[in-house]
């Protein structure tokens, strides 16, 4: 599976980079998710979103980050 960024997420890294956030830790829970690492998926506490966000999800790869996606197939 091939992973591609939204724009609005490119710029949210951005400012994140700029902050000094460790968003190096985002790369093994990205990969987590391609793979459905269940340990790793379980350790980062990734659940679907209910109500408006229905067909979202939400992980935290740390205390203090949380992180919302959407996972579209090629063509959606």
Known sequence: MKI???KAFERELKKL???HFPIEIL???V???VAQDQATLKRIKDH???G???GYREFYPARYMV???KIMMAGS
Do not use: F, G, M
Request: charged share 35%.
């Open 31 to 33: 990969a987590a998710i």
């Open 17 to 19: 980079k700029k902050k």
């Open 48 to 50: 679907a979103l209910q």
């Open 67 to 69: 992180i919302t996606e």
């Open 4 to 6: 591609k960024a939204t």
């Open 52 to 54: 408006k966000w229905h």
């Open 27 to 29: 790369k093994p829970c």
